[in-house]
C-alpha cells in the first residue's frame, strides 16, 4: 500500500510513547534511540549484557532492513513511500514505519513489533500492511517479508488469475505464481487472501496491488521480488506482439525444472573434493 506521504516525524505527537490517534502505547524506558521498553521481549530479563547483545542484532537487522528498502526504490520496484520491507528477529518483527521516505531513515527511526503486533520499539508507526508481514510469519518459517508496488506484476495482478508460466523460474518460487483476491490494504481480509495465494509458495501477486515474496533472509526475499517482477514483465511484453501469443511451459515441463531448481547451486557428487570426506 502506498502509505502517507506526510513523515510522522515531524508530528510530535509518539515521541512521549503515546499514539497520534489517541490510544495506549507502552512508554520506552530511557536507554538510547532505539526505546527499549519494558515489556520489550528481546531484552526481558536475561540482564543488561543480554539486552545489549540483542539491541545489537535489532540495530544490524535494522541496517539491513533500510538498504533493502532503499534498494527497492532504486530498482524502480517501488515509488515514494509505497511498498514496505520486515525482517524476523527471534519474536521480534522489525519493519519500516508509515510514510518515511526511505532515504530518511536513520537507526533512531527503528520500529519494532511482536507477533502479535504490540510495537515494543520506536516512536513511529509501523506500516499500515503490517497485517500482512505478521500474517506470514505466524504461518511460516520466513525470516524475511518484502512487499511492493512494482510497475508489470501490479499490471499483471489486473489480468489474470495465476501468471501464465512464462518462465522455469517460476518453480523457484513454489509453483505457478497466484494472484490474491483484491481486498482493502492494510486488512485481515487482505492479509488471509495473500496467506492463500501463498499456500506453498514464497512469493504472490496482490490483484489491484502489487507482490508478496518472502524468504530466509531479506536477500532472499528481495531476489524473489525482483525475479517475479521480471517474470511478469516478460508474459507482458511477449503478449503484446499483434498476432502471436507466447509459448508456455507445460506443468510437467515445470516440474522438472523445479526439481532441477532445488539442487541448483549445489556441488553435485562427482565435484566433491574426496579429501573433505
Known amino acids: 500500500m502506498a502509505e502517507q506521504r506526510r513523515d510522522p516525524r515531524d508530528d ?14 507502552t512508554a520506552p524506558t530511557p536507554g538510547g534511540p532505539t526505546g527499549v521498553h519494558a515489556t520489550d521481549p528481546v531484552a526481558g530479563d536475561l540482564g543488561v549484557r543480554h539486552a545489549e547483545d540483542a539491541g545489537e542484532r535489532l540495530a544490524a537487522a535494522w541496517d539491513e532492513l533500510v538498504a533493502t528498502a532503499r534498494r527497492t526504490v532504486a530498482d524502480g520496484l517501488v515509488v515514494g513511500t509505497s511498498g514496505n520491507v520486515s525482517v524476523r528477529v527471534g519474536d521480534t518483527v522489525l519493519v519500516t514505519p508509515s510514510g518515511v521516505p526511505y532515504d530518511r531513515l536513520t537507526p533512531a527511526d527503528l520500529v519494532a513489533v511482536a507477533l502479535d503486533g504490540r510495537r515494543v520499539r520506536g516512536a513511529l508507526p ?9 500474517a ?30 512464462i518462465h522455469y523460474m517460476s518453480g523457484a518460487l513454489g509453483g505457478p505464481v497466484r494472484v490474491a483476491p483484491y481486498a482493502t490494504y492494510g486488512t485481515e481480509e487482505l492479509a488471509e487472501n495473500m496467506l492463500r495465494a501463498l499456500a506453498g509458495r514464497s512469493a504472490c501477486l496482490l490483484r489491484n496491488h502489487g507482490t508478496v515474496a518472502h524468504g530466509a533472509t531479506l536477500d532472499q526475499a528481495y531476489d524473489r521480488t525482483a525475479q517475479l517482477e521480471w517474470m511478469c514483465r516478460v508474459w507482458l511484453t511477449a503478449s503484446s506482439v499483434p498476432g502471436l501469443a507466447p509459448s508456455l511451459l507445460t506443468p510437467a515441463q515445470l516440474a522438472e525444472a523445479t526439481r532441477r531448481l532445488a539442487d541448483y547451486g549445489r556441488p553435485r557428487e562427482e565435484d566433491r573434493d574426496p579429501r573433505q570426506g
Open 12 to 25: 510530535r505527537s509518539g515521541r512521549d510513547g503515546t499514539r497520534g490517534d489517541g490510544g495506549d502505547r
Open 126 to 134: 509501523p506500516t499500515s500492511e503490517l497485517p500482512m508481514h505478521l
Open 136 to 165: 506470514v510469519y505466524r504461518t511460516t518459517d520466513a525470516r524475511a517479508v518484502v512487499h511492493t508496488h512494482a510497475v508489470h506484476a501490479t499490471a499483471v495482478s489486473t489480468l489474470v488469475h495465476d501468471l501464465p508460466l
